[in-house]
């Protein structure tokens, strides 16, 4: 299983699709179509889509997270910080950037080089803060079904499948992800549509210049 998890880690860099989101959390249920690109470890570019176009584009680089929202005329600017992104996109994931881009790409975010403990068919890695990460491997292949983040007191705090899995020419890849946080009571559900995988992306993907006439504001404003 171990050997599975980095052999995978090496196979998936990039990734552009069309997805499905569908979320549920305390403000109700939403579902739309989103344009994602990830670029591992740390770039993404996430774009909300409606009838009328995009209703929200979220650029993430090595340096900055910006967010572009079309129809409040509004820019937002802000450090790179899993805080940050939570605010803008919000997402059930109390994550670093990087752990981020990996989920996306069907990889639990663990240190493939540390060694686990094996229970049956899971995994349990140390992470950081006393916590663990869980990784399990619930079919006959050698793919990974699901990890939990559990605290340091076994409360689980993130719960995401890999599920709906499609030969690639890089490998076996999920085609759907539902992340769950119970202690948000927030869920998303993503359903890939034709991704494609390790494409060339360029590095202006990943970054936005504010439009004229556009008020910019801190990400730090907007209420979590």
Do not use: C
């Not at 774009?47 to 910006?66: P, R």
């Not at 992104?85 to 059930?92: A, I, M, N, S, Y």
């Not at 007191?153 to 769950?180: C, H, M, N, Q, W």
């Amino acid at each position: 299983m171990i050997q599975a998890l980095q052999q995978r880690d090496q196979q998936f860099h990039s990734l552009r699709t069309l997805a499905r989101l569908d979320y549920a959390g305390p403000e109700g249920k939403n579902g739309f179509q989103e344009v994602i690109l990830v670029q591992r470890p740390d770039r993404l570019r996430l774009e909300t889509l409606s009838f009328l176009g995009a209703i929200m584009i979220v650029t993430v680089n090595d340096q900055e997270i910006l967010g572009y929202l079309p129809r409040d005329d509004i820019f937002l600017r802000g450090q790179r910080s899993k805080e940050n992104l939570r605010r803008l996109t919000k997402l059930p994931l109390p994550l670093e950037v990087k752990e981020v881009t990996a989920l996306l790409l069907g990889l639990p975010p663990v240190n493939t080089e540390a060694t686990p403990q094996v229970n049956g068919n899971s995994l349990t890695f140390p992470a950081a803060d006393g916590d663990q990460d869980v990784v399990d491997f619930e079919t006959n292949d050698p793919v990974p079904t699901r990890w939990e983040r559990r605290s340091a007191g076994g409360e689980t705090e993130i719960s995401v499948k890999f599920s709906d899995y499609t030969p690639a020419r890089a490998g076996l890849f999920p085609l759907r992800i539902t992340i769950e946080s119970a202690i948000q009571k927030r869920r998303l559900d993503i359903r890939y549509q034709d991704p494609e995988l390790n494409a060339t992306l360029p590095a202006n993907l990943f970054s936005q210049q504010k439009p004229p006439n556009v008020k910019e504001l801190p990400i730090e404003a907007l209420r979590e």
